[in-house]
């Protein structure tokens, strides 16, 4: 089982992130599991969500402690939450910055640098990072496809915002891809 | 068809196919999403249902009450606070024998207000004369639906369901589910075809005036009729699994409890945990099993017995407890189930509020069990007490 905790702020779309990316690991075969960490919903503020990933039925229902992979919507949120608490060695971290990190990850963690805002800017003129993220998930991590991560956008929003935001993720997954 | 959603959404397709004609209900946090597709699904034609929007919890379930009296199928949906002011039509359904089946995202009782999971709500109303099923996970939070008409329909039950899962923890998860298809639902669950019901031109009275004369039979009768639910459980939880592949015929689920020296016993979405917990703990030579209790009313007890008759200790996992008593309901009636045994029965309060339980949880648990430490609340933050 391989497990993914999101990062974010109230609004920045983490728990979309986390349903969309078991609905396109779902069509590519596996078993996925999505799940909010149950705050008190507040614009700002920090909040979580999990995704698990396995090739059978996950029974599992606690939170995620020990990620294979972490995404943070936002930098900021390194010095008031310890976002990558817990991650495995040989795992994976996804920030969105546009510094240079000013911080470091766990040893034999990969960390991988994005500036989704600004990707999300241009493809959407707003900075919601959520599915600019899941388009650099899909590139680093491989528990998804692309087309799959398509599919479940093109199912959750209309027409042109559907457009709008597989641009985002495409930009971002090929960054991610280009660079490895 | 297998497709991949959150469990509300589930819940809210299976109700739709079990075709109900009238919905009132309340939205209340973890439950809403239920009741928002339910309105949609009625505004978009997709259930022809009368969607009866109230301003309270109370009004809900007595619109239900009605409804359901007139002969309809009716349902409704709530939690915690919601379903706590709705109490007493919560008896009057009940003791006037009406099938309503009920969606109840499990959540806390304030105070202190809390919007997370545990079972202190529909726990608390166990003495009603509801029939209360527990899902351990999605799959199960659906399926139950269409069982739940099918057996508060039954002319030997005439009662009203419960059917539990647990807030958040299973309401607001994505996981894959099979949602049953129109034909196959209308298979298992024909039209409600009510023995009694309200109608003016032949006139009957339900819910009368009971003197001392009457009240005390009009117990026993509900009480016998939570008796014969065993067996349309049985019956048609078998005719489930029969046509759908998945069967609902047990009252309890028995994991690796065989050949178990310690049983857990345990209801709900954390018996997914449990169940992990316990393949570790069988790796390290454990031999720790989980009996799992799908229907706590009727309560198997006889079933319970049955199952736990060889093991050497018992640890029983609540996510409620009486106050004042020993300990949480699903501990006080497994010891009644197995009044006259020698068997050590511990119980652990936990997850109360929705506080996370783990596999280490679980596992500690077990220790302290074998240790004989028990009828406690634990994980317990000592520096708050």
Redesign the interface.
Known sequence: MKELRIHGRGGQGSVTA??LI??AA?EGGA??????A?G?ERRGAPVQAFVRFDNKK??????V?EPDYIIVQDSTLIKDVNVFLGVKPGGIVIVNTEKKPDFKVPEGVRLITIDATSIALKALGLPITNTTLMGAFAAASGEIQFGALENALKHRFPGELAVKNIAAAKTAYDSVKGAA | MMEITEGSHAVAEAVRLCRPQVVSAYPITPQTHIVEALADFVANGKLDAEYITVENELSALSACVGASAAGSRAYSATTSQGLMLMAEVVFNAAGMRLPIVMSIANRAMGAPLSIWNDMQDSISLRDAGWLHFYAEDNQEATDLHFLAFKVAEDPSVQLPVFVCFDGFILSHTYEPVDILTQEQADTFLPAFAPAEKLDAKDPISFGMYATPEYYLEFRYETNEAQKRAKDAIVKYGKEFGALFGRDYSAMIEEYRLDDADTAIVAMGSMCGTIKDAIDEMREEGKKVGLLRIRVFRPFPIEEVAKALAHVKRIAVLDKNVSLGSRGGATAIEVRDALYGSTIPVKGYILGLGGRDIRKKDIKEIVSLCEKGIGDQFYGLRKELI
């Open positions: 986390a349903e078991a609905v779902f078993y996925a599991q999505a799940f909010p149950f008190v996950i029974r599992k229902r606690s939170q402690y």
